[in-house]
T-cell receptor, first 113, second 114 residues
Framework: RKEVEQDPGPFNVPEGATVAFNCTYS??????FFWYRQDCRKEPKLLMS???SGNEDGRFTAQLNRASQYISLLIRDSKLSDSATYLC??????????????FGQGTTLQVKP | DAGVTQSPTHLIKTRGQQVTLRCSPK?????VSWYQQALGQGPQFIFQ???????QRGNFPDRFSGHQFPNYSSELNVNALLLGDSALYLC?????????????FGEGSRLTVL
């Protein structure tokens, strides 16, 4: 079983749509969680951290369910520029040690006009 | 403020050869991690360097080795290349103390093994 599992997609949605990505992780002792975005043939970049209380950044909402070991990302009012691969990322260590992040396979989003 | 820089950006090698990839971390960062990203997959952790020592290692064979220099820059060496080593090699930098959990990645070195 993979440590972090995501549906690779692709998710093809029209502009303005709401789309949700899910991710599960296997290590219940994992400490912190993130969503990274990776554009085609580019490096991953941090999109947002994920907190137990849930957090929102503009059109993006991330949620964590520790009991179910489940992370989600919701994108509202999709833009063409949202087209990318979204990587679910888990840090199995206490904060202060970010070296070994565990990445999911990534979910590809294609927003169509 | 220079970000993470990697070289070379692309390279082609043949099986059995050796390769060295280089990375300069973001200004002010002291920790460098290396990741391998195969096509269609997420990045996989290779190892991390801090204070010129390997601190953590992922599930990669001894053919993969590294080094960190006093100026925090780093090298990744891969010996006896296999076809399966073809991938994007990403360097990521961070600050050991007081960090926010964010890694800053370079654009990567794309290695093709023929």
């Amino acid at each position: 079983r993979k440590e972090v599992e995501q549906d690779p997609g692709p998710f093809n949605v029209p502009e303005g749509a709401t789309v949700a990505f899910n991710c599960t992780y296997s290590n219940s002792a994992s400490q912190s969680f993130f969503w990274y975005r990776q554009d085609c043939r580019k490096e991953p970049k941090l999109l947002m951290s994920v907190y137990s209380s849930g957090n929102e950044d503009g059109r993006f909402t991330a949620q964590l369910n520790r009991a179910s070991q489940y992370i989600s990302l919701l994108i509202r009012d999709s833009k063409l520029s949202d087209s990318a691969t979204y990587l679910c990322v888990v840090n199995p260590y206490l904060s202060g040690n970010t070296g070994k992040l565990i990445f999911g396979q990534g979910t590809t989003l294609q927003v169509k006009p | 403020d220079a970000g993470v820089t990697q070289s070379p950006t692309h390279l082609i090698k043949t099986r059995g050869q050796q390769v060295t990839l280089r990375c300069s971390p973001k200004s002010g960062h002291d920790t460098v991690s290396w990741y391998q990203q195969a096509l269609g997959q997420g990045p996989q952790f290779i190892f991390q360097y801090y204070e010129e020592e390997e601190r953590q290692r992922g599930n990669f064979p001894d053919r993969f080795s590294g080094h960190q220099f006093p100026n925090y820059s780093s090298e990744l060496n891969v010996n006896a290349l296999l076809l399966g080593d073809s991938a994007l090699y990403l360097c990521a930098s961070s600050l050991k103390q007081g960090n926010t959990g964010e890694l800053f990645f370079g654009e990567g070195s794309r290695l093709t093994v023929l």
